[in-house]
């Protein structure tokens, strides 16, 4: 059998090792840290021909065919050498964000962002992580502890990714997290007033002045605001905040945020427009029908009465121009203390237009130029794509076919449709590469579909044509390639983001995790390379950069470095200064953590005072990192080299209570531990 399969095995094998060599020689390089004594070990092998021998006998012990092991030396990554593209992916609902290198498909951190998540002591004590969680608690206090999320989105410079900041969604209530890429934590939670739910979001301008959010189902405005849903039509409305981002800040801000009131059908996904369409934003809607379910009452079910029309409305939104209208006194109405442009004044101003979309559209993606803005429908076969020029001259002409029930003018579909293509069934979203074609994903048929967009990326007979497709293992949702919604795609690599994995991994009970499939799109032929599965939580969009643009602390810069404010505490406790002050019910103190000692190791206390600990880790090694536990006060935190943390609490539990280091840092790191000892009341 396998002398059968194996049918130019060998040379295929020999060729490889000595591609990679060619390659590691060539490039020789520093991201990935150059191992010369792998280097050296392969061409000695390729040389006598005996790994060969020895990489065919593996290969026919372990089944592979000569298409596997070409697929395992295109993601193998010798330990110690690093991935080429990094993966941002949301966590679904675990709230978070996960890291994931590039071809490797490596998990590399999961960065905590919405909920609590011990190993990074986000939320169990530290006073930093404690006051971002808290801010994106509801107005009333009600906690807010899981999260969907939905889209990160890398800061961008000139429609880059510039690898500085990352944005990301909670669709279930309508939040936003910032997350720092200095350290990769979060440092400031939104949420987004007047709203409860999203979807069309995180969406970044060009240089990130703006992070959009739309909402998703509509509710009154704002939301806390009651009516019933007989008065659907005159009371329920959308809306897309713009959040203003300070970069220098690293913060969203409230001076220059405002909000755009929009009609109650359910705004989808959106996307900025880039070089000739920057400015614009474009975000697509369904729900036209205004259906509001109520199957008791015999009306059409949600999923019937949301479908019943043949197209739904692109929003077309000038975003320059309501960022002025904003600014103007009287053009806008305070609504839970934020700034909205009504929805009359938005039409009076000329800030929003709709154009017809076909079949339940789901993923606008705009073409790295901005020329075109693709856009793909659920229950249709085609993508649909658009011309900024043709919509620029139809609002200049005003020529329209008429204004919908709220008085949006809508252009005429024929004369802003530049193309459209059959892509297959149930296409919903694209994204890029450097050669001029458009990758979408194919839900209902499982395939990555690949065609040419027209000019200026292909002319003639090229253009606009389906050229191949790759069926993917299964239900595929997003599809990401390296950089391919930034102004110039990689190409090389995609990623289809596959919502079911069946029968793809072993059995791990009726909860199956989703499955990435790594494809390779640099040769003639898309090949799937890698499955990888994601068992925390439904991913939907990821986005991948190239690693060598992120530039993360190694350490942080100097000891007694406060995260929340990304500058030195000058209240953070000092190495040689190290202390307990009590005051009247109060015990505050100043402790240091390095290997293999906390210090001071004995805090007693009275049952029922304050306690508020300042801990700094003083190491200055890199990986040195400490946790402080206490246990029975579900408090634990992570410092990394150079961290100052505070935590508060109030020592109700009377007893002995040991206080240990988490974090395996040390021989001796069993032993770097304390006590708490609580003095009963009586
Ligand atoms: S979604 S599978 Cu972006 Cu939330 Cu389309
Ligand atoms: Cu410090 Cu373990």
Redesign the pocket.
């Known amino acids: 059998m396998f002398s059968k399969k194996s049918l130019g095995f060998s040379s295929l094998v020999i060729l490889f090792i000595v591609g990679i060599f060619m390659v590691s020689c060539k490039s020789g390089d520093s991201s990935n840290g150059g191992n010369a004594a792998n280097d050296s070990s392969a061409r000695t092998a390729a040389q006598n021909g005996s790994l060969s021998a020895s990489a065919e006998q593996i290969a026919a012990e372990r089944d592979l065919s000569p298409q596997d092991v070409e697929a395992a030396l295109k993601t193998y990554i010798p330990s110690g050498k690093h991935d080429e593209y990094l993966m941002f992916s949301s966590g679904g609902h675990s709230g978070q964000v996960f890291v994931i290198g590039v071809p490797s498909m490596r998990l590399l951190k999961v960065i905590a962002a919405f909920t609590p998540e011990p190993w990074q002591g986000f939320g169990f004590g530290s006073e930093e992580s404690m006051k971002v969680l808290k801010e994106g608690d509801m107005e009333s206090g009600k906690e807010l502890r899981w999260a969907d999320t ?2 990160p989105a890398l800061t961008e410079t000139d429609g880059e990714y510039d690898g500085e900041f990352l944005f990301i969604n909670d669709k279930a209530n309508a939040r936003v997290a910032v997350i720092d890429l200095r350290d990769f934590e979060t440092k400031q939670m939104i949420k987004t007033p007047n709203i409860i739910s999203d ?1 069309g979001s995180t969406f970044v301008t060009p240089n990130s002045e703006y992070v959009i959010q739309a909402s998703q189902y509509a509710t009154t405005l704002p939301f806390s605001e009651y009516a019933g849903m007989d008065e659907y039509q005159e009371k329920f409305r959308g809306l897309i905040a713009f959040h203003k981002f300070d970069r220098d800040k690293g913060r969203i801000v409230e001076e220059g945020s405002f909000q755009m009131e929009l009609p109650p059908y359910w705004q989808d ?1 959106c996307d900025a427009g880039k070089k000739v369409s920057e400015g614009w934003v474009f975000c697509n809607s369904i729900n036209t029908e205004l259906a509001t379910g109520g199957i008791e009452q015999g009306l059409p079910p949600f999923e019937a009465g949301v479908s019943q029309r043949d197209m739904d409305y692109m929003h077309v939104i000038n975003l320059n121009k309501a960022v002025e209208v904003a600014k103007q006194p009287g053009k806008t109405q305070e609504i839970s203390g934020v700034k909205v442009i009504p929805l009359d004044v938005a039409v009076s101003e000329g800030l929003l237009y709709f154009i017809p979309e076909p079949k339940s559209p ?2 606008v993606d705009v073409t790295p130029g901005g020329e075109y803005l693709v856009v793909s429908g659920k229950l249709d076969t085609h993508a649909t794509i658009y011309g900024f020029d043709l919509i620029q001259k139809a609002i200049k002409e005003e020529n329209f076919e008429g204004e919908d029930v709220y008085g949006v003018p809508i252009l005429k579909y024929n004369d802003v449709v530049a193309a459209q293509l059959e892509i297959g069934l149930g296409p ?2 694209t994204q890029f590469d450097n050669e001029g074609n458009a990758y979408t994903s194919v839900f209902i048929e499982s395939t990555l579909a690949k065609w040419k967009l027209g000019p200026p990326y292909n002319t003639g007979e090229d253009a606009w044509t389906l050229t191949e497709k790759v069926p993917v293992q299964y239900n595929i ?2 599809n990401v390639c390296a950089e391919g919604d930034t102004v110039s795609p990689d190409g090389k690599y995609c990623v289809a983001l596959n919502k079911w994995s069946i029968d793809r991994f072993s059995p791990v009970g009726p909860l199956l995790p989703q499955n990435f499939q790594l494809i390779d799109v640099s040769g003639d032929k898309m090949q799937v390379l890698y499955d990888m599965p994601i068992g925390v939580g439904e991913p ?2 990821v986005q991948m950069i190239k690693a060598d643009k992120l530039n993360p602390f190694p350490v942080y810069p100097e000891v007694g470095y406060n995260p929340g404010t990304m500058s030195v505490n000058p209240n953070a406790a000092k190495a040689g200064q190290e202390k307990i002050v009590r005051s009247d019910g109060k015990v505050e103190v100043w402790m240091s953590a390095i290997r293999s000692h906390f210090n001071p190791e004995h805090i007693t206390v009275n049952e029922g005072d304050e306690v508020i600990l300042h801990i700094t880790n003083v190491e200055r090694a890199r990986d040195a990192t400490h946790g402080f536990a206490i246990e029975g006060y579900n408090i634990n935190l992570s410092l990394e080299p150079g961290e100052a943390s505070t935590v508060k609490f109030t020592a109700d539990e009377p007893g002995v209570f040991p206080f240990y280091c988490s974090e395996f840092c040390s021989a001796l790191h069993l032993e770097m531990m304390g006590y708490l000892l609580v003095e009963p009341k009586n």
């Open positions: 939905h889209h979807h996904l789901h993923g919903l979203h949702g997003h939907h969009y």
